[in-house]
């Protein structure tokens, strides 16, 4: 499900080529990638919380399945900036969080004795990811925009067949005002998942290194074309990051099992910021696509490290609510960040300025990290010796 998924999802990484076909300023291309991920990390929140009381996850991925297609098509065809605003909006609620769904459905899964290797999983998105944002800009190339909305509306097909196969985790939708008093609430879930200071420390820490590349990925597909790419080329620079991300998730069982999570953490934080640093130091586009491949030491890393610690340290029943609130935070907030301060920078800066800039946002959360790591190792050994 999650390689179906992403494979419509991989249409996406087209957004912001389709807005500078448009003749759209750099700062609204910022802008409106900052309203989809607003509303995405406002709305995901709710939507755990409704997974976690009806077990509603595979409803949502078939609801995603036939927004891709539709919504883009209206983004094509659309040409003035409240249009654009208004899809860019409604996308952000349907598609792009229904991405970090997946940990949750999986966690509820596994809680129930299932045993599904979320990197593994994961892994196959990316790789589906990769291969269709090459299909997809041969697609463009070749077809123009009607080859990205008809591979859409296939893969968003699959989707929804292949999500009818899932097995539904067994907590039914409460038959009784009673028993619904029982499931957890918004506010209830919310508060614990954020009564615990190590684990917010790693998701701020998160949404600090992902702010950086979030600046850098909302423009990349541009970033591109600026630096001469065709649309086939835009596409390969896509299957490059996504493809980078395979191995990592795949075998990041293997690797956790080896390194501790400090160690991946730290190591996948501070990939962040080198990510940007190269990115903005490409004098070609081969390069700019040659520098995307740290997304598998970074991005490829940082996810299952993220789903695997909210997995081990929140009470079960607010699972689905908890991965959703790390990945809004660590994955959609830093978006809503990275996209605005992008923007912003974009006005007095060239994007590569900008991506040498916002990688300073990145380096902040592997300090950040590394400061809290070093604080309790000290304040754990003080406590040894009285």
């Given at each position: 499900?999650?390689?179906?998924?992403?494979?419509?999802?991989?249409?996406?990484?087209?957004?912001?080529?389709?807005?500078?076909?448009?003749?759209?300023?750099?700062?609204?291309?910022?802008?409106?990638?900052?309203?989809?991920?607003?509303?995405?990390t406002?709305?995901?929140?709710?939507?755990?919380?409704?997974?976690?009381?009806?077990?509603?996850?595979?409803?949502?991925?078939?609801?995603?399945s036939?927004?891709?297609?539709?919504?883009?098509?209206?983004?094509?065809?659309?040409?003035?900036?409240?249009?654009?605003?208004?899809?860019?909006?409604?996308s952000?609620?349907?598609?792009?969080?229904?991405?970090?769904?997946?940990?949750?459905?999986?966690?509820?899964?596994?809680?129930e004795?299932?045993?599904?290797?979320?990197?593994?999983?994961?892994?196959?998105?990316?790789?589906?990811?990769?291969?269709?944002?090459?299909?997809?800009?041969?697609?463009?190339?070749?077809l123009?925009?009607?080859?990205?909305?008809?591979?859409?509306?296939?893969?968003?097909?699959?989707c929804?067949?292949?999500?009818?196969?899932?097995?539904?985790?067994?907590?039914?939708?409460?038959?009784?005002?009673?028993?619904?008093?029982?499931?957890?609430?918004?506010?209830?879930?919310?508060?614990?998942?954020?009564?615990?200071?190590?684990?917010?420390?790693?998701?701020?820490?998160?949404?600090l290194?992902?702010?950086?590349?979030?600046?850098?990925?909302?423009?990349?597909?541009?970033?591109?074309?600026?630096?001469?790419?065709?649309?086939?080329?835009?596409?390969?620079?896509?299957?490059?990051?996504?493809?980078?991300?395979?191995?990592?998730?795949?075998?990041?069982?293997?690797?956790?099992?080896?390194?501790?999570?400090?160690a991946?953490?730290?190591?996948?934080?501070?990939?962040?910021?080198?990510?940007?640093?190269?990115?903005?130091?490409?004098?070609?586009?081969?390069?700019?696509?040659?520098?995307?491949?740290?997304?598998?030491?970074?991005?490829?890393?940082?996810?299952?490290?993220?789903?695997?610690?909210?997995?081990?340290?929140?009470?079960?029943?607010?699972?689905?609510?908890?991965?959703?609130?790390?990945?809004?935070?660590?994955?959609?907030?830093s978006?809503?960040?990275?996209?605005?301060?992008?923007?912003?920078?974009?006005?007095?800066?060239?994007?590569?300025?900008?991506?040498?800039?916002?990688?300073?946002?990145?380096?902040?959360?592997?300090?950040?990290?590394?400061?809290?790591?070093?604080?309790?190792?000290?304040?754990?050994?003080?406590?040894?010796?009285?």
């Amino acid at each position: 499900m999650q390689g179906s998924f992403f494979a419509a999802y991989a249409g996406t990484s087209f957004f912001s080529y389709i807005l500078l076909k448009k003749e759209i300023p750099n700062v609204y291309i910022g802008l409106l990638g900052a309203l989809t991920s607003c509303s995405s990390t406002v709305i995901q929140p709710i939507w755990g919380i409704l997974c976690d009381r009806y077990r509603c996850h595979r409803v949502f991925y078939i609801i995603s399945s036939l927004a891709i297609p539709l919504l883009y098509l209206c983004i094509i065809r659309s040409n003035s900036l409240p249009a654009l605003a208004f899809c860019a909006l409604l996308s952000g609620l349907f598609i792009n969080c229904i991405q970090n769904m997946g940990s949750g459905w999986i966690s509820s899964l596994n809680a129930e004795g299932y045993h599904i290797n979320y990197g593994a999983s994961r892994s196959c998105g990316s790789l589906a990811f990769a291969v269709m944002a090459a299909v997809f800009g041969w697609a463009v190339q070749s077809l123009g925009y009607s080859g990205l909305v008809g591979g859409m509306v296939l893969c968003g097909l699959v989707c929804m067949a292949v999500s009818l196969t899932i097995p539904k985790s067994s907590g039914q939708r409460p038959a009784s005002p009673d028993a619904a008093s029982t499931a957890p609430g918004l506010a209830e879930g919310i508060r614990m998942v954020t009564g615990q200071r190590e684990y917010m420390v790693v998701v701020w820490s998160g949404f600090l290194a992902m702010s950086g590349i979030a600046g850098v990925n909302s423009y990349f597909s541009a970033y591109l074309a600026v630096l001469g790419a065709s649309a086939s080329a835009v596409g390969l620079g896509n299957f490059t990051y996504a493809i980078a991300e395979v191995p990592f998730l795949f075998l990041f069982k293997h690797l956790s099992a080896r390194f501790s999570f400090r160690a991946l953490f730290t190591m996948s934080l501070l990939a962040h910021g080198l990510q940007c640093v190269l990115v903005g130091l490409s004098p070609n586009y081969v390069c700019a696509i040659l520098s995307m491949l740290l997304q598998g030491v970074s991005f490829g890393t940082l996810a299952p490290c993220l789903q695997q610690y909210t997995t081990s340290h929140i009470d079960p029943r607010y699972i689905s609510t908890a991965q959703l609130f790390t990945s809004a935070v660590s994955l959609s907030a830093s978006m809503i960040a990275g996209s605005l301060l992008a923007s912003a920078l974009s006005r007095h800066f060239p994007l590569s300025v900008v991506f040498l800039l916002i990688s300073l946002v990145s380096f902040s959360g592997c300090a950040l990290y590394s400061l809290y790591t070093i604080y309790t190792t000290h304040s754990s050994a003080s406590r040894k010796c009285c």
